[in-house]
């Protein structure tokens, strides 16, 4: 039986098929034109290009920024200083959270609240002045003010405030100084007794460098040496005008023995005062050494003992006086201290008694050798009765002296 020659519907004409590409390219350069035209449109493509990298760049900028501010943002937020973005008349446009802590209100009910109504009422024509001038002169100005803070005490705070670009407002921080404020005026007060303590003893005090001669007094130094705090303390160089000549080299010598060696010294020498005047002096100084062992620096006191030396030979004066007196009139005193049975006598009452004055007085236990024993069982008696009753007495005496004569002596 023949076959059926006829192609199956579907199978494709082999040649029509192979065709098909070749006419959609063609086509599609028949759509392309011409060679200018296939350029004009490569350019085009390489500036959409240009753009899209340029875009591209904006966009990772822009993101950048974006963090960069968050960044900034975080810091300002998190600072633990009080941060405030100011108005011109003061309004509060932006706080951080340090300051709207130090103020003691949340940071969204602070703004648009003016910045003074948390400044105490006295200290008012002060921040107007500072906003004024920093808003004038747009150079950054500080001052310190006194701030409340809802339901607390009030404190004080430094504040630093700087203009911004556009001059609409300022930018301020806030540092609370109150502990600060206290650690001064406890400083002032220190140094006001201090100051006061050294005027009542006459002491002052004083620093020298070694190294430059320069020389640091206290307010006393110079009432003590008679000159002018305005002028400064004189250097260490210039001693000699102060010195009198006679202690000059009792001075320098304990000066260099002290930068040489680093040895305290405690001498006294009389200064002379721009008025010829002098006065005695007790220096007391000391030296600080650098890891090297070299004097660094030179310090101490210096004391006004010129009242004290009269009052001293005042009483070698009247004490010889007295002496002198009680010799002549063959008078002797004794002292004695019940607790140790210390007894302490005259010179004129070992000369009375013959004894030497050298030697010890005699205890009171040993007093009954130094009187007859009548004499003694009286003034036994007496004595105790003025231990008991504190009654004075007076009655006479027989005295056994060392060798062994008597004298008759008046105790009272």
């Known amino acids: 039986m023949e076959k059926d020659q006829q192609k199956p519907d579907h199978v494709p004409d082999m040649p029509s098929s192979a065709e098909e590409p070749l006419r959609t390219e063609k086509k599609q350069i ?36 974006m963090a960069e501010m968050e960044l900034y943002t975080a810091l300002f937020d998190f600072a633990p200083v009080g941060f405030f973005f100011l108005e011109r008349n003061g309004t509060i446009r932006q706080v951080n959270r340090a300051g709207a802590r130090l103020l003691g209100v949340e940071c969204n009910e602070l703004t648009h609240r003016r910045f003074q109504s948390f400044v105490s009422d006295d200290f008012h024509p002060a921040f107007n002045v500072c906003l004024d001038k920093v808003l ?56 006001s007794l201090l100051k006061e303590a050294q005027y009542l003893a006459h002491i002052g005090h004083w620093v020298v460098d070694p190294a430059t001669g320069a020389s640091i007094w206290s307010e006393e130094m110079f009432r003590i040496f008679g000159l002018d705090p305005g002028e400064g303390a004189p250097s260490i160089v210039d001693r000699h005008k102060l010195i009198h000549p006679d202690d000059l080299d009792h001075f320098n010598d304990a000066i260099s023995k002290a930068i040489s060696d680093g040895a305290s010294f405690d001498i006294v020498y009389r200064l002379v005062r721009p008025d010829k005047s002098t006065r005695w002096v007790n220096i007391k100084g000391y030296t600080d050494r650098n890891d090297e062992g070299q004097v660094v620096r030179l310090f101490g006191t210096l004391q ?109």
């Open 30 to 65: 028949e759509r392309l034109g011409s060679q200018d035209e296939c350029q004009n449109l490569i350019h085009e493509l390489q500036v959409h290009q240009v753009e899209l990298e340029r875009e591209n760049e904006d966009l990772k900028k822009a993101l950048s920024e």
């Open 136 to 191: 004038e002169s747009r150079v950054k100005e500080s001052c310190e003010l006194m701030l409340r803070k809802e339901g607390k005490q009030p404190f004080y705070a430094r504040i630093e405030a700087k203009t911004s670009e556009d001059g609409q407002g300022c930018f301020v921080t806030v540092v609370d100084i109150t502990d600060i404020k206290k650690a001064e005026e406890n400083l002032k007060q220190s140094e």
């Open 304 to 412: 006004d003992v010129t009242e004290l030396l009269q009052i001293q030979e005042a009483l070698k004066e009247s004490q010889a006086q007295l002496k002198e007196t009680h010799r002549l009139a063959h008078i002797g005193t004794w002292d004695l201290t019940a607790g140790t049975d210390t007894v302490i006598w005259s010179e004129e009452l070992y000369h009375l008694a013959g004894c030497d004055p050298q030697l010890p007085a005699p205890s009171y236990a040993e007093h009954p050798k130094i009187y007859t024993p009548d004499s003694w069982n009286r003034f036994k008696a007496a004595i105790e009765r003025a231990r008991e009753t504190g009654e004075s007495y007076q009655i006479e005496l027989e005295l056994v002296c060392q060798d062994g004569s008597t004298r008759w002596v008046n105790a009272f």
